[in-house]
C-alpha cells in the first residue's frame, strides 16, 4: 500500500539549529514542532528547506540548487527525525534561520499519480489467471477454480459451500497424512462446510510467504512430547513440570521460568550412575559438574559432590574440587578442609605458597611465641632475641617482653659517670650539684688534683685549643706553631710594602704591624683571615694598645676594628681620617668573642 505524506496546510518556521548535509534530524523554531503533530513512518511529512540566499525578494524560491526536500518519520518536541532527501540538492547545509515550509511537490504529485495508475489495472495475477476483477467483491458463479497462493484472510465476504468445492478438493488432494483443519464457529460447533478436509492425525505447518501447508516434522519443527526426533533449532518454551527423555542437543537458548516462581531443574539418576553437567569445546568435554557413584549405605553418605576438570582430548585431568555429602569435607587439589576450616592436607607441598595467599611455611605446630618474620623472598618462623638488659618469654599465644635494670655503677652522690675502658664509674672531677641555690652543675677538680680545671683540644685530643687552669682562669694554648692561627693582609692605610705578624690564635692574640711608605688616611689597614671560618660571623672583636705608638693614637688617628668587616671568615683593622705614621711599628691585642 502506498504511504503518502501527511498534507499539512499553511505551515512555515525556520531552521533552529545547523543542520549539515547528511543530517538525519532537524531542528526548528522553538514551539513550531507542534504544528506538524504526530508524525511517524507511517504518517510522514515532507517538508522544503530553503537557503536564505535561495530566496529572492519576494520570498520565493529564486534558486533551486539552494533547496532540499526531506521525508521526516518521526518527532521529538522541535526535532524532526528520521530525514532522508526525497528532492532537491542532498549534499548542502543549512544554517539557523533558513526557512522551512509544506507544501505540495512534484514528487508528492507522482506518488499520487502512480497511486491511481495502479488502481486502473485490467488484470490480476495470481497462481491461476483472473481476468475480471469484479470477483474481488462479487464472488458470483465459479470464480475460484484452482489453488490460491497467498493469503486469503484478506476476503472479507463469506464464501458459499458451492464457491469453495474445488479448493476443498485441491487441499484434499495434497493435505495427505494431516490433521483435520477445522474453522471454528462463534457457536462452536463446527459445520460440515466448515470442514475443509478430514485428515489423518498429525501436526500441520505454514510455509512462510506461500502459506502453503505441510506435514510438520518431528524433531525438526517440534519436539515430541515421547522425545523423539533429532536437534530442535530454537527456543523451546513449556509451561510447568516437564520430563524429556532420551539424549538431546538443544541448539541456541533454553529458558527455565517466568520471573515470578521457583523454578528447578532436577538431574535425576540411580545412586549407582554418576549425575553430570557437562560443559564443552568442540563437543569435547573440559569441566564436568558431577555428583558421583559412591553408594549411600546411610547416614547421608554418598552421591558427593566433584568438580572434573578433562584434558583437551576430554579424558580425566582431576577433581580439583571435592565435597563430602556427609561430613562437609573439602578437598580442593590436594588440600583438604574440614568443616572447621582446620587445614589437614597439603597445597603446592606440604604449605601453601605465598604467591598463592600463604606464608610459605608450615605453621601448624609452631612453639609458643614464634613469629612469622619476612626475609626477603619470603616468611620464617622465627623467635625474638633479647638484647642487653632486656628478657624475652614465650607463651602459648604471646610473648612477655621486660626490661632489666642495668647495675648501678660506682660513685658518690652527686658524681658524673663516665665510661672507664668498657666499666662505668664516678668521676670526681665531675659533680652535678643542688646544694648551692641556682646552680646546676659544678665542675670541680679532685682535692689533688693540680692541673687545669677544663681543656679543649682538637677532634684528635693531641693538642690543646683553650682551657682553664686551676683556678678557674682562661687560656689560650701556648704553642710555638699553632694551628690555628689567622692570616694577616695589609691595607693602603698600613701604607706601601708594610710587614703584618700574628702572634695567637684565631680566638685571641698580637697583632704586629710595621707601616711601610705614605699610609693612606680613612682606609682599610688590616684583613684577618681565620685559619677555620666560623658557622657564623663573630658578635665582638675586643682591641687594645699593645705599645706606646698605638697608645698614643687617637681621635681622627685612632685605629679601630670596623663593624662592617666582621664576618665567618675574618675581620678587619681600619684607620681614621688622620693616617698612621710611616716606617713605624704599632702593636694590638686582639680577642675574638662568639
Same mark, same amino acid.
Given at each position: 500500500?502506498?504511504?503518502?505524506? &501527511?498534507?499539512?496546510?499553511?505551515?512555515?518556521?525556520?531552521?533552529?539549529?545547523? &543542520?549539515?548535509?547528511?543530517?538525519?534530524?532537524?531542528?526548528?523554531?522553538?514551539?513550531?514542532?507542534?504544528?506538524?503533530?504526530?508524525?511517524?513512518?507511517?504518517?510522514?511529512?515532507?517538508?522544503?528547506?530553503?537557503?536564505?540566499?535561495?530566496?529572492?525578494?519576494?520570498?520565493?524560491?529564486?534558486?533551486?540548487?539552494?533547496?532540499?526536500?526531506?521525508?521526516?518519520?518521526?518527532?521529538?518536541?522541535?526535532?524532526?527525525?528520521?530525514?532522508?532527501?526525497?528532492?532537491?540538492?542532498?549534499?548542502?547545509?543549512?544554517?539557523?534561520?533558513?526557512?522551512?515550509?509544506?507544501?505540495?511537490?512534484?514528487?508528492?504529485?507522482?506518488?499520487?499519480?502512480?497511486?491511481?495508475?495502479?488502481?486502473?489495472?485490467?488484470?490480476?495475477?495470481?497462481?491461476?489467471?483472473?481476468?475480471?476483477?469484479?470477483?474481488?467483491?462479487?464472488?458470483?458463479?465459479?470464480?475460484?477454480?484452482?489453488?490460491?497462493?497467498?493469503?486469503?484472510?484478506?476476503?472479507?465476504?463469506?464464501?458459499?459451500?458451492?464457491?469453495?468445492?474445488?479448493?476443498?478438493?485441491?487441499?484434499?488432494?495434497?493435505?495427505?497424512?494431516?490433521?483435520?483443519?477445522?474453522?471454528?464457529?462463534?457457536?462452536?460447533?463446527?459445520?460440515?462446510?466448515?470442514?475443509?478436509?478430514?485428515?489423518?492425525?498429525?501436526?500441520?505447518?505454514?510455509?512462510?510467504?506461500?502459506?502453503?501447508?505441510?506435514?510438520?516434522?518431528?524433531?525438526?519443527?517440534?519436539?515430541?512430547?515421547?522425545?523423539?526426533?533429532?536437534?530442535?533449532?530454537?527456543?523451546?518454551?513449556?509451561?510447568?513440570?516437564?520430563?524429556?527423555?532420551?539424549?538431546?542437543?538443544?541448539?541456541?537458548?533454553?529458558?527455565?521460568?517466568?520471573?515470578?516462581?521457583?523454578?528447578?531443574?532436577?538431574?535425576?539418576?540411580?545412586?549407582?550412575?554418576?549425575?553430570?553437567?557437562?560443559?564443552?569445546?568442540?563437543?569435547?568435554?573440559?569441566?564436568?559438574?558431577?555428583?558421583?557413584?559412591?553408594?549411600?549405605?546411610?547416614?547421608?553418605?554418598?552421591?558427593?559432590?566433584?568438580?572434573?576438570?578433562?584434558?583437551?582430548?576430554?579424558?580425566?585431568?582431576?577433581?580439583?574440587?571435592?565435597?563430602?555429602?556427609?561430613?562437609?569435607?573439602?578437598?580442593?587439589?590436594?588440600?583438604?578442609?574440614?568443616?572447621?576450616?582446620?587445614?589437614?592436607?597439603?597445597?603446592?607441598?606440604?604449605?601453601?605458597?605465598?604467591?598463592?595467599?600463604?606464608?610459605?611455611?608450615?605453621?601448624?605446630?609452631?612453639?609458643?611465641?614464634?613469629?612469622?618474620?619476612?626475609?626477603?623472598?619470603?616468611?620464617?618462623?622465627?623467635?625474638?632475641?633479647?638484647?642487653?638488659?632486656?628478657?624475652?618469654?614465650?607463651?602459648?599465644?604471646?610473648?612477655?617482653?621486660?626490661?632489666?635494670?642495668?647495675?648501678?655503677?660506682?660513685?658518690?652522690?652527686?658524681?658524673?659517670?663516665?665510661?672507664?675502658?668498657?666499666?662505668?664509674?664516678?668521676?670526681?672531677?665531675?659533680?652535678?650539684?643542688?646544694?648551692?641555690?641556682?646552680?646546676?652543675?659544678?665542675?670541680?677538680?679532685?682535692?689533688?688534683?693540680?692541673?687545669? &680545671?677544663?681543656?679543649?683540644?682538637?677532634?684528635?685530643?693531641?693538642?690543646?685549643?683553650?682551657?682553664?687552669?686551676?683556678?678557674?682562669?682562661?687560656?689560650?694554648?701556648?704553642?710555638?706553631?699553632?694551628?690555628?692561627?689567622?692570616?694577616?693582609?695589609?691595607?693602603?692605610?698600613?701604607?706601601?710594602?708594610?710587614?703584618?705578624?700574628?702572634?695567637?690564635?684565631?680566638?685571641?692574640?698580637?697583632?704586629?704591624?710595621?707601616?711601610?711608605?705614605?699610609?693612606?688616611?680613612?682606609?682599610?689597614?688590616?684583613?684577618?683571615?681565620?685559619?677555620?671560618?666560623?658557622?657564623?660571623?663573630?658578635?665582638?672583636?675586643?682591641?687594645?694598645?699593645?705599645?706606646?705608638?698605638?697608645?698614643?693614637?687617637?681621635?681622627?688617628?685612632?685605629?679601630?676594628?670596623?663593624?662592617?668587616?666582621?664576618?665567618?671568615?675574618?675581620?678587619?683593622?681600619?684607620?681614621?681620617?688622620?693616617?698612621?705614621?710611616?716606617?713605624?711599628?704599632?702593636?694590638?691585642?686582639?680577642?675574638?668573642?662568639?
Amino acid at each position: 500500500m502506498t504511504i503518502f505524506d &501527511c498534507p499539512i496546510s499553511n505551515l512555515s518556521t525556520t531552521v533552529a539549529a545547523a &543542520c549539515m548535509a547528511g543530517a538525519t534530524s532537524i531542528t526548528i523554531a522553538a514551539g513550531s514542532g507542534s504544528l506538524f503533530g504526530t508524525v511517524s513512518p507511517s504518517s510522514p511529512v515532507r517538508i522544503l528547506v530553503i537557503q536564505a540566499s535561495g530566496l529572492n525578494s519576494n520570498g520565493l524560491v529564486a534558486d533551486p540548487s539552494r533547496l532540499t526536500v526531506f521525508r521526516a518519520t518521526g518527532r521529538t518536541g522541535d526535532t524532526l527525525t528520521g530525514l532522508s532527501v526525497v528532492e532537491g540538492q542532498s549534499a548542502i547545509n543549512f544554517a539557523p534561520g533558513d526557512t522551512v515550509t509544506v507544501s505540495l511537490t512534484a514528487g508528492m504529485l507522482e506518488a499520487i499519480q502512480d497511486a491511481v495508475n495502479a488502481l486502473e489495472e485490467t488484470s490480476i495475477s495470481s497462481a491461476d489467471t483472473y481476468d475480471d476483477p469484479a470477483w474481488i467483491t462479487s464472488l458470483a458463479g465459479s470464480k475460484i477454480v484452482g489453488n490460491i497462493a497467498g493469503d486469503a484472510a484478506g476476503l472479507s465476504a463469506n464464501i458459499a459451500q458451492s464457491q469453495v468445492t474445488n479448493l476443498v478438493a485441491d487441499l484434499a488432494a495434497t493435505a495427505s497424512g494431516l490433521a483435520s483443519y477445522i474453522v471454528q464457529t462463534a457457536a462452536n460447533a463446527p459445520a460440515d462446510a466448515q470442514i475443509l478436509a478430514t485428515l489423518a492425525t498429525g501436526l500441520v505447518k505454514v510455509t512462510t510467504g506461500t502459506g502453503a501447508l505441510s506435514t510438520a516434522a518431528a524433531g525438526t519443527d517440534y519436539l515430541a512430547p515421547n522425545g523423539s526426533g533429532a536437534a530442535l533449532t530454537g527456543v523451546v518454551h513449556t509451561v510447568g513440570a516437564e520430563s524429556i527423555a532420551g539424549g538431546k542437543t538443544f541448539v541456541d537458548s533454553v529458558g527455565f521460568g517466568d520471573g515470578t516462581g521457583q523454578p528447578t531443574i532436577n538431574i535425576n539418576g540411580a545412586t549407582s550412575q554418576v549425575r553430570d553437567l557437562a560443559y564443552r569445546t568442540a563437543n569435547v568435554n573440559r569441566w564436568l559438574v558431577r555428583v558421583d557413584n559412591s553408594p549411600e549405605s546411610g547416614a547421608n553418605a554418598g552421591s558427593n559432590f566433584l568438580l572434573e576438570a578433562r584434558t583437551d582430548s576430554g579424558g580425566f585431568a582431576g577433581d580439583w574440587l571435592q565435597i563430602n555429602r556427609a561430613s562437609g569435607l573439602v578437598t580442593i587439589g590436594a588440600a583438604t578442609i574440614s568443616q572447621a576450616g582446620a587445614h589437614t592436607g597439603a597445597w603446592q607441598g606440604a604449605i601453601v605458597a605465598a604467591q598463592y595467599g600463604g606464608t610459605g611455611v608450615d605453621a601448624h605446630a609452631a612453639a609458643n611465641g614464634s613469629l612469622l618474620i619476612g626475609n626477603g623472598s619470603g616468611f620464617a618462623l622465627a623467635q625474638l632475641t633479647a638484647g642487653a638488659n632486656i628478657t624475652i618469654t614465650p607463651a602459648a599465644g604471646g610473648i612477655t617482653i621486660a626490661a632489666t635494670p642495668p647495675t648501678v655503677p660506682a660513685g658518690a652522690t652527686g658524681n658524673v659517670q663516665y665510661n672507664n675502658a668498657g666499666a662505668f664509674g664516678g668521676a670526681a672531677g665531675l659533680l652535678y650539684s643542688s646544694s648551692a641555690s641556682g646552680v646546676a652543675f659544678t665542675i670541680r677538680p679532685a682535692a689533688a688534683n693540680t692541673g687545669d &680545671c677544663q681543656q679543649i683540644t682538637n677532634p684528635g685530643g693531641t693538642a690543646v685549643l683553650y682551657g682553664f687552669d686551676a683556678k678557674g682562669r682562661p687560656y689560650t694554648a701556648a704553642s710555638s706553631t699553632p694551628s690555628n692561627v689567622p692570616s694577616a693582609s695589609g691595607g693602603s692605610g698600613a701604607g706601601t710594602s708594610p710587614s703584618l705578624v700574628v702572634q695567637g690564635t684565631d680566638a685571641d692574640g698580637v697583632v704586629v704591624l710595621n707601616t711601610g711608605t705614605s699610609p693612606a688616611p680613612s682606609a682599610l689597614v688590616a684583613t684577618m683571615s681565620f685559619s677555620s671560618p666560623y658557622t657564623s660571623g663573630p658578635k665582638t672583636i675586643i682591641l687594645t694598645p699593645a705599645n706606646t705608638a698605638a697608645a698614643l693614637l687617637s681621635g681622627a688617628a685612632k685605629v679601630w676594628a670596623d663593624q662592617g668587616g666582621i664576618s665567618a671568615g675574618g675581620w678587619t683593622l681600619n684607620v681614621g681620617t688622620t693616617a698612621l705614621a710611616a716606617s713605624t711599628q704599632y702593636r694590638w691585642y686582639y680577642l675574638v668573642i662568639g
